[in-house]
Antibody
Framework: EVQLVESGGGVVQPGGSLRLSCGAS????????MHWVRQAPGKGLEWLSL????????YYADSVKGRFTVSRDNIKNSLYLHMSNLRTEDTALYYC?????????????WGQGALVTVSS | QSALTQPASVSGSPGQSITISCTGT?????????VSWYQQHPGKAPNLLIY???NRPSGVSHRFSGSKSGNTASLTISGLQPEDEADYYC??????????FGGGTKLTVL
């Protein structure tokens, strides 16, 4: 059974930094691209980033490009999102998601999310 | 990376069919078959319903179907059931090497 567990959320001041982690199990981690998706309170879903299985291909949404960095450790079966220069509008529930159904570029499995609150 | 356009809300009675549209551009839905749909119940993580425009993952009811015409994708739910009441999101890969969601559609089962 695929399991994704996010951690590292919390309260941070504007301009601060935070690193989220996503532990994966139940599948061969290195074979799949992974995504980060967020959802602000009461709002819709926003895709943030994709990293390929070998980390050779990395894409970002314009809203986080230059501030967020995605990485992965295929030995530890873990995905990371380093967030810097955080803004109040970055307050959201952050999900990691496994790519993979069919041609890819979709979100086949999701974690339960890590809440990030940016507030002074 | 503009969001795909979905109706804010749709409604239907049990047993009826409804269709949710998702309009993009030639740079996303029109150019690629990487269109997917998600169902999200309150307080829960989203769940994949449709991938590659019209394919269902195992375990997803046959009442859910997807299609695409030009720059618009559609999700049809037939035989509406009370448990279908949820938010629905479309997503597409884009020419700018990004993915983009629709704004979401709230389905109310009357």
């Amino acid at each position: 059974e695929v399991q994704l567990v996010e951690s590292g959320g919390g309260v941070v001041q504007p301009g601060g930094s935070l690193r989220l982690s996503c532990g994966a199990s139940g599948f061969t981690f290195e074979l799949y691209a992974m995504h980060w998706v967020r959802q602000a309170p009461g709002k819709g879903l926003e895709w943030l980033s994709l990293i390929s299985g070998d980390a050779d291909d990395i894409y970002y949404a314009d809203s986080v490009k230059g501030r967020f960095t995605v990485s992965r450790d295929n030995i530890k079966n873990s995905l990371y999102l380093h967030m810097s220069n955080l803004r109040t509008e970055d307050t959201a529930l952050y999900y990691c998601a496994k790519d993979g159904a069919g041609l890819g570029f979709n979100f086949e499995h999701w974690g339960q999310g890590a809440l990030v609150t940016v507030s002074s | 990376q503009s969001a795909l356009t979905q109706p804010a809300s749709v409604s239907g009675s049990p047993g009826q069919s409804i269709t949710i549209s998702c309009t993009g551009t030639s740079g996303d839905i029109g150019d690629y078959n990487y269109v997917s749909w998600y169902q999200q119940h309150p307080g829960k993580a989203p769940n994949l319903l449709i991938y590659d425009v019209s394919n269902r993952p195992s375990g997803v009811s046959h009442r859910f179907s997807g299609s695409k015409s030009g720059n618009t994708a559609s999700l049809t739910i037939s035989g509406l059931q009370p448990e279908d009441e949820a938010d629905y999101y479309c997503n597409s890969y884009t020419r700018s090497r990004a993915l983009v969601f629709g704004g979401g559609t709230k389905l109310t089962v009357l």
